[in-house]
């Protein structure tokens, strides 16, 4: 059986509550975008201009509610800057979650 990846769990759930989830609902639809950190090239600016290490993989507006999303397999763990950076949402009153599934995914949207 081949394994998921981290990258291919992110892309079903993008594809999900994009193309399936805010449309069915037709209400004021939510966003969920990526924030791509892991790229080297022009590394300093990136830092000079907000790059953090750490940072979720996406963040997800909906209904009010403004989520912090990183998404893992299911024997994957956050790094000690994923840590850092979920600590510090939480102190702030924001909500980080850790998703493993489409499944867990689905389940999360659809409980806000």
């Not at 394994?3 to 769990?9: A, D, G």
């Not at 939510?30 to 022009?42: A, D, L």
């Not at 867990?104 to 949207?109: A, S, V």
């Amino acid at each position: 059986m081949k394994s998921v990846t981290e990258s291919k769990i992110q892309q079903d759930c993008y594809v999900w509550f994009n193309n399936n989830h805010c449309l069915e609902k037709h209400e004021n639809r939510g966003i969920m975008f990526s924030v791509p950190n892991e790229s080297t090239q022009n590394q300093q600016r990136k830092v000079n201009t907000g790059l953090l290490s750490g940072v979720s993989d996406t963040i997800i507006v909906y209904k009010g509610v403004c989520m912090f999303v990183e998404f893992k397999t299911i024997t994957g763990a956050i790094s000690a800057n994923q840590n850092k950076f979920k600590e510090r949402i939480e102190k702030q009153g924001f909500k980080y979650y850790i998703v493993r599934s489409l499944d867990q995914f689905k389940k999360l949207i659809t409980e806000i």
